[in-house]
């Protein structure tokens, strides 16, 4: 077992959002011993927003055993921390369970990381369908704002990113087979950019596709892989300025194989990261995802491919994803 899974805090706070009781492996979890968190403010402990330590207990003072999940970014190149919180009411105090995702993948066996997400994919699965239908209901009223329709605007843009993560944990999590069959690879670049064309619309960035003539088919799962690349796609394109390009080249390689080539000219390939790149929350090049570059390594490893980075700490990175033709 990996001793990582005991390691877990628990938290109580006041109305006033102050910590009063601190327990557990408050030290790895919060870098603060227990001793130190008595007292201070809730937003403090964790590292997050004052707005979002209110929500936080609202949620708890429901007591539903809610579960959120929180990113702290600590700073000075430090990568972000994903923390999961379980939240109730433990007598008169509301309180929560935290436990540090990072610590939990770190050195993790694949079946355990697998379990994990298919769990966590579910946890959130049902209230953001919740949420996603009632954006969509307001959206249904004729009398809205301006202002209140670029909310809206932004809140469906949120649900289509939260949903595109969900779908990471899940592929991360699957333990089956993937469904072979040959297709052309332009085809599944362009419904993977189909997928998230709304935000390249907002930005007004194109993909463009440059393919090697007499290209043949590669064996490929469509429905696995192109979610994975559109995640992937996008994460080059929020690091472009507005009416850029994202360059993608398609091309015969060694015999019987076919490359995608991905160049992302904003990433860099700290020398730190370079082991750990394909790793969950391992890099920060996912820009907010976590799991896209660890998600795509699996899917092309299941599909009898492989995918390779290249980059030094200076911006310029190139992807190149080999496929069985």
């Known amino acids: 077992m990996n001793a990582q899974l005991l390691q877990v805090a628990q938290l109580a706070w006041s109305p006033n959002l102050r910590v009063t009781r601190a327990e557990g492996d408050c030290a790895t979890v919060l870098r603060r011993a227990a001793s130190a ?4 403010p809730l937003h403090t402990a964790l590292g997050i927003t004052q707005e979002r330590a209110r929500e936080l207990d609202a949620r708890a003072r429901e007591d539903r055993r809610g579960v959120e999940f929180v990113v702290v970014a600590p700073g000075g190149g430090t990568p972000p921390t994903h923390l999961r919180l379980v939240l109730g009411m433990d007598g008169e105090e509301a309180s929560a369970g935290v436990l540090d995702l990072g610590a939990v993948l770190e050195g993790a066996p694949p079946v355990q990381i697998s379990r994990l997400s298919s769990s966590l994919s579910h946890e959130i699965r049902n209230p953001l369908s919740s949420v996603k239908m009632a954006v969509q209901t307001l959206a249904r009223n004729t009398g809205l704002s301006d202002r209140d329709k670029r909310r809206l605007t ?17 592929e991360y999590g699957r333990e089956g087979a993937a469904n072979l069959d040959s297709h052309p690879l332009r085809s599944v670049v362009q419904e993977a950019t189909a997928m998230v064309a709304p935000e390249l619309a907002e930005r007004r960035i194109e993909v463009d596709v440059k393919e090697e003539a007499d290209l043949p088919r590669v064996r490929v799962d469509p429905n696995r892989l192109r979610p994975v690349l559109a995640q992937v796609l996008l994460n080059v394109a929020m690091g472009l300025p507005e009416e850029g390009r994202v360059q993608v080249t398609l091309r015969q390689a060694t015999p019987g194989h076919v490359s995608l080539i991905l160049d992302d000219p904003a990433a860099a390939l700290p020398p730190e990261e370079r082991g750990t790149l394909f790793d969950p929350f391992g890099s920060r090049l996912a820009r907010g995802a976590g799991l896209s570059l660890a998600a795509l ?3 092309m490893t299941g599909v009898g491919g492989d995918v390779v980075a290249e980059g030094s700490a200076e911006p310029g990175m190139v992807f190149t994803l080999t496929f069985a033709a």
Request: charged share 30%; aromatic share 4%.
């Open 37 to 40: 968190l008595m007292g201070i």
């Open 154 to 170: 932004i809140a469906n843009r949120e649900i289509r990113t939260m949903e595109r993560m969900l779908w990471l944990l899940s």
């Open 297 to 299: 390594r699996r899917v």
